[in-house]
């Protein structure tokens, strides 16, 4: 039961990690974003704190393809993590490897729910000063607060492409260029550092071949009858 109960903490921080507002609404875009991911200081909000390992590299690609979209969560130590989604048609694809074993597990709405819950804990307000650049795109500022956190943050946006595509905070009204998310882990700083507009190639959006496609529920049940 505890094996079990570990896997659910595990994916349900995942499903908040790669979780994504559904709607289909606004600019489309097509191409690549990178985020530089940081770990910081809550209290003097310093680079490299609490860290494993001050080494590690972290990063947060995401492939757009109009209404199809790719998440990969890469870290240098622990690898990589994927999830696949169809804005339109809200599906929603987890790519997992466990015990040399690919899954492809589907996210059921519900689920999806539930998340949408927690993502409401942060709010956002707005604030007009200063502006500034990410990749060389102009970012609107907000402040951001969280419950976790005893102060409140600056974080910066662009309308130029809609939040859909990376949709940290609900509230937000475009695409995050720098901003943060609150963990049990700790406090995490996303920066663009790359934004380039092409066409992905549509396999990028497909399931690879070997993996076993699956539900949420069946997956877990797979897990537990490993113990």
Same mark, same amino acid.
């Given at each position: ?43 003097? =909000? ?125 509230? +937000?009204?475009? =695409? ?37 496609? +699956?539900? +949420?529920?069946?997956? =877990? ?7």
């Amino acid at each position: 039961m505890a094996f079990k109960f570990a896997i659910k903490k595990m994916t349900k921080l995942i499903l908040l990690q790669f979780f994504l507002i559904t709607s289909s609404f606004g600019q489309s875009f097509s191409g690549e974003l990178i985020y530089r991911i940081t770990k910081i200081n809550v209290n003097t =909000l310093q680079s490299s704190f609490g860290a494993d390992n001050p080494d590690t590299e972290e990063k947060l690609i995401i492939y757009a393809k109009d209404s199809l979209i790719k998440r990969v969560h890469f870290n240098s130590q622990t690898g990589i993590q994927e999830s696949i989604e169809h804005l339109t048609h809200s599906k929603k694809i987890l790519l997992l490897s466990i015990d040399s074993m690919n899954y492809a597990i589907q996210l059921p709405s519900e689920q999806k729910n539930e998340l949408k819950q927690i993502d409401s804990t942060y709010q956002l307000s707005k604030k007009c000063f200063p502006k500034m650049r990410f990749a060389g795109h102009k970012g609107k500022p907000m402040l951001l607060s969280h419950p976790m956190l005893n102060n409140k943050l600056f974080i910066w946006f662009s309308k130029k492409i809609h939040a859909k595509y990376n949709a940290a905070y609900q509230q +937000l009204p475009g =695409l995050p260029l720098k901003y943060y998310i609150v963990s049990e882990k700790g406090l995490y700083l996303y920066e663009l550092e790359s934004l380039k507009y092409y066409d992905p190639p549509l396999s990028i959006f497909q399931v690879p071949i070997g993996f076993y496609i +699956l539900s +949420l529920e069946d997956f =877990l049940e797979r897990i537990e009858n490993k113990e």
